[in-house]
């Protein structure tokens, strides 16, 4: 039976353990975007314990920030902050990467409440507000945002297509109903395809050897949304295209919640279905406040690697009992 404390190894992905501290965003940059001394507070008791922690979603342009407080890759005077927290974490014998992301439509005030599907029932385009040369530019600003991840010495980096955010934007057909260019929402290949090519530039950008994962949305819960099947037909997608893990979430609609189950690792079940048909490892939060239940996900063939948030928010020290449990 696989436990917490089991190390992983899987392509050039190589963690102590199956422990996730997943992103979360702490509002503790400064205006600018620069880590602070309130940041490392943040992560220095945190991550003792864990194999991976992974840094809250930072914009990869300025022109993506979703808001006020929001972390910055987005320029090479970033890198120096974003070095010192890598080795605050590095010293507690934690690994650590950084999630790269776009706000999209989340940075148009006017935009915000279209992001909500229940108060934008005539799909007023979300997505349309980017031409697809301007989609090009954020395509490579995602690669370079990575080139800096790894000149700051993350050990890999996170592309974000979940939640409220750009790419997962253009993958739901609740956001999703462009009619031009080559994102287009009518199809399930036009809606992923923005996802595939920032994957595509930051696998070209970073090299074969240095760990890319998605955190992606298993399907959106309603019939009008991405489906289940869909979320199968992207994993394998996001597979062949160079990602070394997937970590599992929710869509513009629930976000980071399950409208059904409440149950510690609430995407555990669309995640058992996502692992039987891929091969890299796939992760599993929502829920989880004790060791056990992240090693029953591991136990019941859901998950490879189990993230834990909000307990860890609440109490710093949560991980540090993992080898002593």
């Known amino acids: 039976m696989p436990l917490l404390t089991d190390p992983l190894h899987s392509g050039c992905l190589n963690l102590k353990n199956r422990l996730v501290f997943p992103s979360v965003s702490t509002s503790t940059a400064d205006e600018n975007g620069k880590v602070t001394e309130d940041t490392l507070n943040f992560f220095r008791e945190r991550t003792k314990g864990f194999g991976l922690a992974i840094l809250e979603h930072s914009y990869v342009s300025s022109l993506g920030k979703a808001g006020p407080h929001m972390l910055s890759i987005s320029s090479d005077s970033d890198i120096e902050g974003l070095a010192k927290l890598v080795r605050l974490v590095h010293d507690n014998d934690c690994q650590m990467h950084i999630q790269l992301d776009h706000g999209g439509g989340w940075t148009i005030p006017d935009l915000q409440n279209c992001l909500n599907p229940e108060k934008n029932p005539q799909g007023k385009q979300i997505t349309d507000h980017l031409t697809d040369e301007e989609l090009d530019y954020i395509v490579q600003a995602f690669a370079s945002a990575a080139v800096r991840a790894r000149e700051a010495g993350f050990d890999g980096v996170q592309i974000k297509a979940c939640h409220v955010y750009l790419l997962s934007q253009f993958y739901s057909p609740l956001t999703n109903h462009r009619t031009r260019g080559k994102y287009t929402g009518n199809s399930f290949e036009g809606r992923i395809r923005l996802t595939l090519d920032v994957l595509r530039s930051v696998r070209d950008a970073v090299g074969r050897d240095y760990p890319v994962s998605v955190r992606f949305p298993v ?59 891929v091969r890299i490892p796939v992760m599993v939060t929502g829920g989880i406040t004790e060791y056990s239940h992240a090693e029953q996900l591991l136990n019941d063939h859901k998950a490879d690697l189990t993230g834990v948030c909000r307990a860890v928010l609440k109490n710093p020290q949560w991980a540090h009992g993992l080898y002593n449990k």
């Open 219 to 277: 399907q959106d819960y309603d019939p009008a949304g991405s489906s289940l099947e869909e979320g199968v037909r992207a994993a394998r997608l996001i597979q062949e295209w160079g990602a070394s893990f997937l970590d599992l979430s929710g869509g513009p609609k629930y976000r980071y919640f399950h409208p059904f189950i409440q149950s510690p690792g609430w995407f555990g079940d669309d995640a058992a279905v996502i692992r039987q048909a």
